[in-house]
Antibody, heavy 123, light 110 residues
Framework: QVQLQESGPGLVKPSETLSLTCTVSGGSISSYYWSWIRQPPGKGLEWIGYIYYSGSTKSTNYNPSLKSRVTISVDTSKNQFSLKLSSVTAADTAVYYC??????????????WGRGTLVTVSS | QTVVTQEPSFSVSPGGTVTLTCGLSSGSVSTSHYTSWYQQIPGQAPRTLIYSTNTRSSGVSDRFSGSILGNKAALTITGAQADDESDYYCVLYMGSGISVFGGGTKLTVL
C-alpha cells in the first residue's frame, strides 16, 4: 500500500531555510494532491500548503500566514515532494508531517499520513 | 483570518456518549466545508476518522459519527472506551485547496 516518509535535517539554525522531503512509496505521486502539516511541541496541527501535479498541470496553495516563506515542489522522477520554509525562527520548531489529500467534487481531506519528523530551530 | 473553534477539553465516562463540536469564529459550518475529523494519540501521526461531514474512513468503528448540529460540525462518540482517550482535530475546507485545522479537543475517558 502507499506509504509516506519524511526526511531531512532535524536541526536548523535561525534565519536559515528548513528543507524536508516526503518520499511516496507503493504508488505514483502524479494525479494526487499532497500536503505538509506541522505541529509545534504540545500544540495543535497547522496546515502549511499543498501541491498537485499531473502531466503539465501543477497547482499549489499555502497557508496565508506562511505564504511569504513557503515553497512546496514535486520531483516526479523520484516520486517525492518537498517543503522549503525560509527565515526560520524558534516558532517553526515542530513535528512536520506530509500527507496525501483525497480531493474531489464533494470531498477534501487528508487520507494518508507520514509518521512525522521533528525539526528543531536552534543555534 | 479564519479561526476554527473546538472545545479545548472534554471528559466522558466509559460507555457514555460525547459530542465534540467544530465551529467558525465568523459564520456557520455547512456541508460545503467538507468537515473532516482526525484522532491523534500523543506522539503518533493523526488518524482519519470522518470526512465529508459524516462519512467514516475505512476501518473506523461505527461508534464514531459526524454531523452538522446547528451552525457547527459535530463528532459523536458512543460507547466511549479507554482507548478513545486522544486529541481530536477537525479540519474545514475553505476552497482553493485551503484547509484550516481547529485547535483540537483533548478527550479524557474517566
Amino acid at each position: 500500500q502507499v506509504q509516506l516518509q519524511e526526511s531531512g535535517p532535524g536541526l536548523v539554525k535561525p534565519s536559515e531555510t528548513l528543507s524536508l522531503t516526503c518520499t511516496v512509496s507503493g504508488g505514483s505521486i502524479s494525479s494526487y494532491y499532497w500536503s505538509w502539516i506541522r505541529q509545534p511541541p504540545g500544540k495543535g496541527l497547522e496546515w502549511i500548503g499543498y501541491i498537485y501535479y499531473s502531466g503539465s498541470t501543477k497547482s499549489t496553495n499555502y497557508n496565508p500566514s506562511l505564504k511569504s516563506r513557503v515553497t512546496i515542489s514535486v520531483d516526479t522522477s523520484k516520486n517525492q515532494f518537498s517543503l522549503k520554509l525560509s527565515s526560520v525562527t524558534a516558532a517553526d520548531t515542530a513535528v512536520y508531517y506530509c500527507a496525501r489529500i483525497s480531493g474531489g467534487t464533494y470531498h477534501w481531506y487528508f487520507d494518508l499520513w507520514g509518521r512525522g519528523t521533528l525539526v528543531t530551530v536552534s543555534s | 483570518q479564519t479561526v476554527v473553534t473546538q472545545e479545548p477539553s472534554f471528559s466522558v465516562s466509559p460507555g457514555g456518549t460525547v459530542t465534540l463540536t467544530c465551529g467558525l469564529s465568523s459564520g456557520s459550518v455547512s456541508t460545503s466545508h467538507y468537515t473532516s475529523w482526525y484522532q491523534q494519540i500523543p506522539g503518533q501521526a493523526p488518524r482519519t476518522l470522518i470526512y465529508s461531514t459524516n462519512t467514516r474512513s475505512s476501518g473506523v468503528s461505527d461508534r464514531f459519527s459526524g454531523s452538522i448540529l446547528g451552525n457547527k460540525a459535530a463528532l459523536t462518540i458512543t460507547g466511549a472506551q479507554a482507548d478513545d482517550e486522544s486529541d481530536y482535530y477537525c479540519v474545514l475546507y475553505m476552497g482553493s485547496g485551503i484547509s484550516v485545522f481547529g485547535g483540537g479537543t483533548k478527550l479524557t475517558v474517566l
